[in-house]
Nanobody, 124 residues
């Protein structure tokens, strides 16, 4: 069982930066691939970024590539999402998720554990 708690969301202006954190419980954090997803009002949950458990490979949605960076600190059981050059269309609730596999990481269905989400609002 893994419990995930996101933090770091808030209200910012377009062009600003935010860093989201997701703290995981348990002693086997390094055995999980981690992902970030987001859901805007009236829209489906969409993939943002993921980092593999096996070799640390990272994956990004085209909409955030070059602006967002996912990283992890296994010693702190934490995964981060550094978000730069934020745009109003990045406004959403951001969720972190964990899975025991290292493939299909863009698919929300492969993730077993989810956090409660943190709101990110970007004003124009």
């Amino acid at each position: 069982q893994v419990q995930l708690v996101e933090s770091g969301g808030g209200l910012v202006q377009a062009g600003d930066s935010l860093r989201l954190s997701c703290a995981a419980s348990g002693r086997t954090f390094s055995s999980y691939s981690m992902g970030w997803f987001r859901q805007a009002p009236g829209k489906e949950r969409e993939f943002v970024a993921a980092i593999s458990r096996s070799d640390g490979s990272t994956f990004y949605a085209d909409s955030v590539k070059g602006r967002f960076t996912i990283s992890r600190d296994n010693a702190k059981n934490t995964v981060y999402l550094q978000m730069n050059s934020l745009k109003p269309e990045d406004t959403a609730v951001y969720y972190c998720a964990a899975t025991g596999i290292s493939y299909w990481l863009i698919r929300p269905g492969v993730y077993n554990y989810w956090g409660q989400g943190t709101q990110v609002t970007v004003s124009s």
